[in-house]
């Protein structure tokens, strides 16, 4: 799909509009949202707990089902977690307690006292916001100061997912719907995607690019919904320019995720940044 460099402020709010809309009301989504199960979310929450310091006042933001939060408060933290969607967190209710609350709300605009949290996390949410930059905002005025924000999802702009994309269709396996559905797909993507990373990588500002994302009621899954183009340049840049610490660029687990994330931590095929305020 079109990838659009420059946003026009009537399509950012429209399209704000639309997908709070689809989120509210998607059963069909919600659904996916159930194989974000407790061991779906383990790397994420031994991410969280890992530059966390013991006993934290976390606040997980765009949480989906609950569960990871629900799991961060059992390894002993206070936890607020927060969703957009009110029929995401339907079912989540039942594992509050006096250090487990959930809220829904808008990353967009966060109901919170500034500087009220030690530790500000999201999963796999940056990639389904219309305007990251506001959503970045956000979390940096909820950290306190010396608090950390840990931020993971998909590396949509990596070149190397399309590029992997490529041979295993060459060996025969399927491809990846929306993103690698062909091998000219495929290799279009791995061009376009290295042109990117050149480019951010060079740039003195970030460049946040979005796309339309498809928010049809039969939902497939795969980062179809996606609005942002995600890539760890821009989040870096980001927060550089606004005076924050880069604590880790990007946090590896296994053999094969730390030797990506020590050396072509840009590249790797998931976020998963550490940020010191």
Partial sequence: METLHSVNPHWRESLRQRMKRFYETSETYKGL?????????????????????????????GCGNGISAMLLNRLGHDVVGTDISPLFLKEAQKWENERLK????????????????????SSELIEHLPDVEMALSEMIRMARRGGRIIIS??????????????????????????????????????????????QKRFSREPQFLYREPDLNDCAIGGD??????????????????????????????????????????????????????
């Fill in 102 to 121: 959930y809220r829904i709300c808008d990353v967009l605009e966060l109901p919170f006292d500034k500087e009220s949290f030690d530790v500000v996390s």
């Fill in 33 to 61: 949202l159930a194989h974000h199960d407790e061991t779906y979310q383990q790397t994420y929450v031994e991410l969280v707990n890992r530059y966390a310091l013991p006993g934290s006042r976390i606040l997980d933001v």
């Fill in 153 to 198: 999802g998909p590396n949509l702009c990596s070149p190397l997912m399309p590029f992997l994309d490529l041979i295993r269709m060459i060996l025969g396996k399927p491809g990846r719907l929306i993103w690698a559905e062909t091998k000219r797909q495929a290799l279009l993507n791995t061009l376009k995607n290295a042109t990117l990373y050149f």
């Fill in 224 to 277: 179809a919904d996606s609005a942002y183009c995600a890539h760890p340049i821009d989040l870096e840049k980001f927060f550089r320019l606004r005076g924050l610490q880069i604590v880790k660029r990007c946090v590896g687990f296994g053999l094969k995720g730390r030797i990506m994330s020590t050396c072509f931590p840009h590249l790797s095929l998931y976020i998963s940044m550490v940020v010191q305020k």
